[in-house]
DNA sequence: AAGCATTACGGCGTACGTAATGATT
DNA sequence: AATCATTACGTACGCCGTAATGCTT
């Protein structure tokens, strides 16, 4: 199966051109090479591909049978490096993307939307989910994750952006209920819990003056593991939600949700690209990730 | 073009057991080898062809586009392969048989006849003619030549009867002339020139009793390329023929034509077969020389 | 523990180039 | 004489096997 492969691209070589030395021209090897190549290869099949009679060749019939497959198998050859090179060096092919439904709605899709019109011949599939995906089995060639995040040793992660952590709630709510002034109040208050942190219910808050740390224990009553539940339920009225400033910008603009406590502060969250390999990777993911690091760096000036 | 088409091979071979050890195992190598097939193939392209998690392989999408060419690269030269052998050991495709028109009708022919009918897959085509042939340029497998024949030395020869040559007339013809008794009364009379030998019109004969030799120059008024013609000139009476006695069996057997001066004679040919190589033969022709020798054989018993 | 892939290392073989030879125009 | 193919021979690189290592089930 691996015997002479090289001797029937140099054979398919010699019958295109009609001679060894333009042969050995093409392929940047003697004359001599060639002649040992065929003579193996003749030796190998048993048989004689061509009658050589110094200035002119001539196909024997199993030389003109083995002919057409050698082509084939030169062409194919070709044909596989071309299309190596162009889904290595052109945007075109596939391009799967992970995140969740959040982040891809609110930052991923914006950042990438112009890059994506631009780039037509780019097929993007986004999987948008809250389960941890495999990312070799989902194909995955750019996963957006939050730190801290289960890193594969193969993989490796590309920093995109500071993500503050905000406890938010609703004008109402706060109305409704005990004020808030320190952390310890919030231990009478509901904390709408998500499920994909890991301590739903227990919140690290450092006062932004005196840098001293508090851990609260909140009640939660209500979970979701969807951050747009969550903003709902928020808006609601239902109580305190802890969220990444980034899900949550538009409702603190246009006031229907509001920070509480904004003189401390919850740990920041580093928002990741992770990707399978550094090295070698096609142009479109090393070109995303360069659209993505450049929209996060703007947006966070 | 020469790179890495081993590599390819492996590749394929790899992606279609899904395991490198798999893949090992069929190619009859070490999976370091495999190992290192691939990763050398991964750094020519550039680019990562296949994800791998000890237990499971999983293409990349450069790495699927590059297996579709990578098999077509193994099944070409797998068809190729088969192709060459079926052309060398199977009797089919073409043979190619160089004869002058009279061997051909007389002798070639009744002598494949059999042989042919049992070999429908085999294409046969009988080149009659009476000029020198480049075996090379018109891919004659097998000429039938007279001795003393041009023999390049490239070519063998494959000796396959002894043949008379004869002096012959019609019985009116020597009625109607000065009787022949001797060689030196051919001096006296017409000899139709064949231009195929080189002295047309000269005789050597030597006595079968004495072992004399005699050498004689007849008178060549009409001449011709062609036995057909010289025969039926003969049997006109135009003058003498000297012919190779397979040619003109039936016309001695049926009267037509007799021998002149039947205790000398003259010097004999031999009937060979011409072929290009003596070794790697495809089985078509060497089969073919042996129906021929043992035709000529049977025959000069 | 067993099966699998990777790596380093070293040996062997193959493929190549050089140079000389032979063949053909 | 010039161009081309073949061959012998020496060399160097490539390919592979061994063995050790790491990873996964």
Redesign the pocket.
């Known amino acids: 199966m691996?015997d002479?492969l090289?001797?029937m691209a140099?054979f398919a070589s010699v019958v295109n051109h009609g001679?060894?030395?333009?042969s050995?021209r093409e392929l940047?090897?003697?004359?001599?090479?060639?002649?040992?190549?065929?003579?193996?290869l003749e030796n190998d099949l048993g048989v004689v591909l061509l009658h050589?009679?110094?200035?002119?060749?001539s196909l024997t019939e199993a030389g003109a049978g083995f002919y057409e497959a050698a082509k084939d198998v030169v062409d194919a050859a070709e044909q596989g490096r071309m299309r190596v090179n162009q889904l290595r060096d052109e945007l075109a092919g596939s391009l799967r993307i992970a995140t969740t439904p959040e982040l891809s709605v609110n930052h991923i899709l914006p950042a990438l939307s112009t890059w994506l019109t631009a780039h037509d011949d780019l097929a993007v599939h986004f999987l948008a989910d809250n389960h941890y995906i495999d990312m070799i089995d989902e194909r995955v060639d750019i996963a957006i994750r939050m730190s801290p995040s289960i890193v594969?040793?193969k993989m490796s992660s590309h920093a995109l952006a500071e993500v503050k952590q905000v406890l938010v709630a609703s004008p109402e709510y706060l109305q409704q209920h005990d004020k808030i002034e320190t952390p310890k109040d919030l231990s009478k208050h509901e904390l709408i819990g998500i499920e994909l942190v890991k301590d739903p219910n227990v919140l690290e808050m450092v006062c932004r003056e005196s840098g001293k740390k508090t851990k609260v224990k909140c009640n939660t009553r209500i979970q979701t593991n969807n951050v747009f539940v969550a903003t709902a339920l928020a808006k609601s009225g239902h109580g305190l939600v802890r969220m990444i400033s980034l899900d949550i910008q538009k409702e603190l603009d246009s006031g229907e949700l509001v920070e509480v406590l904004p003189e401390y502060q919850l740990p920041d969250y580093v928002l990741y690209a992770v990707t399978l390999d550094r090295e070698q990777q096609p142009a479109k993911i090393t070109r995303c990730l360069e659209v993505l690091k450049e929209y996060f760096e703007n947006y966070s000036k």
Chains 1, 2 share one sequence.
């Open positions: 691996l002479n090289r001797g140099v001679s060894f030395s333009g050995a940047g090897i003697t004359t001599s090479a060639v002649s040992q190549q065929i003579r193996s050589r009679s110094t200035r002119k060749l594969d040793s």
